[in-house]
Protein backbone atom coordinates (compact mmCIF):
# COMPACT_ATOMS: atom_id res chain seq x y z
CA UNK A 1 0.00 0.00 0.00
CA UNK A 2 2.08 3.22 -1.24
CA UNK A 3 1.72 5.87 1.04
CA UNK A 4 2.70 8.27 -1.57
CA UNK A 5 1.80 9.53 -5.23
CA UNK A 6 4.07 10.03 -7.97
CA UNK A 7 3.51 10.56 -11.60
CA UNK A 8 4.81 7.89 -13.38
CA UNK A 9 7.40 9.63 -15.65
CA UNK A 10 8.37 13.27 -16.25
CA UNK A 11 10.56 14.71 -19.27
CA UNK A 12 12.92 17.79 -18.43
CA UNK A 13 15.67 19.47 -20.52
CA UNK A 14 19.87 19.10 -19.85
CA UNK A 15 20.86 22.32 -17.82
CA UNK A 16 16.92 22.85 -16.60
CA UNK A 17 15.40 22.72 -12.98
CA UNK A 18 13.73 19.20 -12.77
CA UNK A 19 11.07 19.59 -10.11
CA UNK A 20 9.82 16.23 -8.90
CA UNK A 21 6.23 16.13 -7.01
CA UNK A 22 5.50 13.95 -4.61
CA UNK A 23 1.86 13.87 -2.98
CA UNK A 24 2.02 12.11 1.05
CA UNK A 25 -1.17 13.47 2.00
CA UNK A 26 -1.33 10.62 5.15
CA UNK A 27 1.76 11.36 6.17
CA UNK A 28 1.93 11.16 10.40
CA UNK A 29 3.88 13.76 12.37
CA UNK A 30 7.30 11.57 13.15
CA UNK A 31 7.67 10.19 9.17
CA UNK A 32 10.34 11.32 7.43
CA UNK A 33 9.88 12.03 3.38
CA UNK A 34 12.99 10.49 1.76
CA UNK A 35 14.12 10.60 -1.78
CA UNK A 36 15.96 8.05 -3.80
CA UNK A 37 16.77 7.37 -7.11
CA UNK A 38 17.91 4.39 -9.27
CA UNK A 39 19.58 4.56 -12.49
CA UNK A 40 18.85 1.49 -14.92
CA UNK A 41 20.78 -2.02 -13.17
CA UNK A 42 22.16 -0.39 -10.44
CA UNK A 43 21.22 -0.13 -6.60
CA UNK A 44 19.07 2.90 -5.49
CA UNK A 45 21.56 5.99 -4.39
CA UNK A 46 20.09 7.91 -1.45
CA UNK A 47 19.40 11.89 -2.39
CA UNK A 48 17.87 13.94 0.54
CA UNK A 49 15.23 13.62 3.65
CA UNK A 50 13.48 16.02 5.47
CA UNK A 51 10.71 15.71 8.11
CA UNK A 52 9.53 19.83 8.06
CA UNK A 53 12.00 22.32 7.15
CA UNK A 54 13.23 22.27 3.63
CA UNK A 55 16.38 21.07 3.09
CA UNK A 56 19.74 21.28 0.30
CA UNK A 57 22.75 19.72 -0.34
CA UNK A 58 24.77 19.01 -3.04
CA UNK A 59 22.51 17.00 -5.12
CA UNK A 60 19.06 18.55 -4.45
CA UNK A 61 16.44 20.72 -3.02
CA UNK A 62 13.94 19.18 -0.95
CA UNK A 63 10.58 21.43 -0.35
CA UNK A 64 7.84 20.34 1.92
CA UNK A 65 4.95 21.98 2.45
CA UNK A 66 3.62 23.99 5.28
CA UNK A 67 1.14 20.92 6.16
CA UNK A 68 3.32 18.08 4.91
CA UNK A 69 1.03 16.53 2.68
CA UNK A 70 3.03 16.91 -0.43
CA UNK A 71 6.83 17.85 -1.02
CA UNK A 72 9.14 18.56 -4.29
CA UNK A 73 12.38 17.25 -5.03
CA UNK A 74 14.42 19.89 -7.02
CA UNK A 75 17.22 19.28 -9.47
CA UNK A 76 18.15 22.76 -10.28
CA UNK A 77 20.09 21.41 -13.19
CA UNK A 78 19.78 18.87 -14.70
CA UNK A 79 22.38 16.58 -17.03
CA UNK A 80 21.49 13.38 -19.23
CA UNK A 81 23.06 11.17 -15.65
CA UNK A 82 19.95 12.71 -13.82
CA UNK A 83 18.19 10.52 -15.77
CA UNK A 84 16.57 7.39 -13.60
CA UNK A 85 13.75 6.25 -11.61
CA UNK A 86 12.94 8.91 -8.31
CA UNK A 87 11.29 7.24 -5.43
CA UNK A 88 9.85 9.53 -2.85
CA UNK A 89 9.46 7.46 0.27
CA UNK A 90 7.73 8.36 3.88
CA UNK A 91 9.98 6.24 6.89
CA UNK A 92 9.37 7.15 10.68
CA UNK A 93 12.74 5.53 11.76
CA UNK A 94 13.22 3.06 15.04
CA UNK A 95 12.53 -0.68 14.83
CA UNK A 96 10.09 -0.18 11.79
CA UNK A 97 13.04 1.28 9.33
CA UNK A 98 11.65 -0.36 6.62
CA UNK A 99 11.76 1.45 3.23
CA UNK A 100 8.41 0.36 1.20
CA UNK A 101 9.12 1.70 -2.56
CA UNK A 102 6.21 2.56 -4.83
CA UNK A 103 6.58 2.82 -8.60
CA UNK A 104 8.47 6.10 -8.44
CA UNK A 105 8.92 8.62 -11.18
CA UNK A 106 11.13 7.80 -14.21
CA UNK A 107 12.68 11.00 -15.12
CA UNK A 108 13.96 11.44 -18.62
CA UNK A 109 17.00 14.04 -18.92
CA UNK A 110 16.70 15.31 -22.77
CA UNK A 111 19.82 16.79 -24.55
CA UNK B 1 29.00 9.42 2.05
CA UNK B 2 28.43 5.69 3.06
CA UNK B 3 29.92 2.53 0.76
CA UNK B 4 28.22 -0.48 0.30
CA UNK B 5 29.94 -2.96 -1.70
CA UNK B 6 28.00 -6.48 -3.02
CA UNK B 7 29.97 -9.13 -4.62
CA UNK B 8 29.38 -10.74 -7.15
CA UNK B 9 27.94 -8.37 -9.10
CA UNK B 10 26.24 -10.77 -11.38
CA UNK B 11 26.58 -14.94 -11.07
CA UNK B 12 25.17 -17.44 -13.50
CA UNK B 13 23.98 -21.07 -11.88
CA UNK B 14 22.85 -24.04 -12.57
CA UNK B 15 19.16 -25.02 -11.02
CA UNK B 16 19.56 -26.69 -7.97
CA UNK B 17 23.05 -25.11 -6.63
CA UNK B 18 23.25 -22.53 -4.12
CA UNK B 19 25.07 -19.07 -4.69
CA UNK B 20 25.89 -17.00 -1.89
CA UNK B 21 25.92 -12.83 -2.22
CA UNK B 22 27.68 -10.99 -0.13
CA UNK B 23 27.39 -7.05 0.83
CA UNK B 24 29.63 -5.26 2.75
CA UNK B 25 29.49 -1.86 4.58
CA UNK B 26 32.61 -0.41 3.43
CA UNK B 27 33.31 2.83 5.89
CA UNK B 28 30.94 2.09 8.65
CA UNK B 29 29.12 -0.11 10.90
CA UNK B 30 25.95 -1.52 10.10
CA UNK B 31 23.25 -2.03 12.90
CA UNK B 32 20.96 -3.39 10.11
CA UNK B 33 21.30 -4.59 7.16
CA UNK B 34 18.73 -5.21 4.41
CA UNK B 35 17.73 -7.58 1.27
CA UNK B 36 15.55 -6.62 -1.27
CA UNK B 37 14.56 -8.24 -4.95
CA UNK B 38 13.71 -6.91 -7.83
CA UNK B 39 11.92 -8.48 -10.98
CA UNK B 40 12.29 -6.64 -14.63
CA UNK B 41 10.49 -3.52 -14.69
CA UNK B 42 9.18 -3.64 -11.19
CA UNK B 43 10.26 -2.01 -8.05
CA UNK B 44 12.46 -3.09 -4.95
CA UNK B 45 10.68 -5.64 -2.75
CA UNK B 46 12.51 -6.14 0.54
CA UNK B 47 12.57 -9.87 1.48
CA UNK B 48 14.55 -9.51 5.13
CA UNK B 49 15.98 -7.51 7.51
CA UNK B 50 18.84 -8.64 9.78
CA UNK B 51 20.82 -7.51 12.47
CA UNK B 52 24.18 -8.21 14.23
CA UNK B 53 24.13 -11.19 16.07
CA UNK B 54 20.77 -12.13 15.94
CA UNK B 55 18.36 -13.87 13.13
CA UNK B 56 17.12 -12.14 10.50
CA UNK B 57 13.36 -11.21 10.43
CA UNK B 58 11.72 -12.45 6.74
CA UNK B 59 8.73 -10.24 5.09
CA UNK B 60 5.42 -12.40 4.48
CA UNK B 61 6.12 -14.60 1.51
CA UNK B 62 9.36 -15.04 1.73
CA UNK B 63 10.97 -18.52 2.08
CA UNK B 64 13.35 -18.34 4.97
CA UNK B 65 14.79 -21.67 4.30
CA UNK B 66 15.21 -20.89 0.47
CA UNK B 67 17.06 -17.78 1.42
CA UNK B 68 19.29 -17.88 4.08
CA UNK B 69 20.85 -14.32 5.64
CA UNK B 70 23.54 -14.46 7.90
CA UNK B 71 24.83 -11.09 9.53
CA UNK B 72 27.62 -11.84 11.26
CA UNK B 73 29.87 -8.49 11.98
CA UNK B 74 28.73 -5.39 11.44
CA UNK B 75 29.96 -4.74 8.24
CA UNK B 76 29.42 -8.23 6.72
CA UNK B 77 25.97 -10.04 5.41
CA UNK B 78 25.54 -13.06 3.63
CA UNK B 79 22.70 -13.85 1.39
CA UNK B 80 22.59 -17.67 0.20
CA UNK B 81 19.70 -18.79 -2.01
CA UNK B 82 19.91 -22.60 -2.03
CA UNK B 83 18.66 -24.96 -4.31
CA UNK B 84 18.38 -22.06 -6.80
CA UNK B 85 14.99 -22.20 -9.89
CA UNK B 86 15.11 -20.23 -12.68
CA UNK B 87 12.25 -18.24 -10.90
CA UNK B 88 14.80 -17.07 -8.43
CA UNK B 89 16.38 -15.38 -11.22
CA UNK B 90 16.38 -11.57 -10.31
CA UNK B 91 18.33 -8.37 -9.06
CA UNK B 92 19.15 -8.68 -5.31
CA UNK B 93 20.13 -5.76 -3.60
CA UNK B 94 21.37 -4.55 -0.46
CA UNK B 95 21.80 -1.71 2.02
CA UNK B 96 22.74 -1.08 5.17
CA UNK B 97 21.47 1.87 7.68
CA UNK B 98 24.03 2.88 10.82
CA UNK B 99 22.01 2.52 13.69
CA UNK B 100 18.81 3.86 15.37
CA UNK B 101 16.71 6.54 14.07
CA UNK B 102 16.46 7.89 10.90
CA UNK B 103 19.41 6.96 10.13
CA UNK B 104 19.79 6.96 5.96
CA UNK B 105 19.93 3.92 4.49
CA UNK B 106 22.62 3.18 1.88
CA UNK B 107 22.29 0.53 -0.91
CA UNK B 108 24.92 -1.96 -2.89
CA UNK B 109 24.95 -1.93 -6.14
CA UNK B 110 22.90 -5.61 -7.06
CA UNK B 111 23.03 -8.60 -8.13
CA UNK B 112 22.35 -10.03 -10.77
CA UNK B 113 21.28 -13.41 -10.77
CA UNK B 114 20.68 -15.83 -13.96
CA UNK B 115 19.34 -19.26 -12.60
CA UNK B 116 19.64 -21.85 -15.79
Known amino acids: DAKTTQPPSMDCAE ?6 PCNHSTISGNEYVYWYRQIHSQGPQYIIHGLKNNETN ?3 SLIITEDRKS ?3 ILPHAT ?10 LNSGGSNYK ?3 G ?3 LLTVNP | GAVVSQHPSRVICKSGTSVKIECRSLDFQATTMFWYRQFPKQSLMLMATSNEGSKATYEQGVEK ?10 TLSTLTVTSAHPEDSSFYICSARL ?5 TQYFGPGTRLTVL
Open chain 1, 58 to 60: EMA
Open chain 1, 71 to 73: STL
Open chain 1, 103 to 105: KGT
Open chain 1, 80 to 89: LRDTAVYYCI
Open chain 2, 65 to 74: DKFLINHASL
Open chain 1, 15 to 20: GRAANL
Open chain 1, 99 to 101: LTF
Open chain 2, 99 to 103: GFGTD
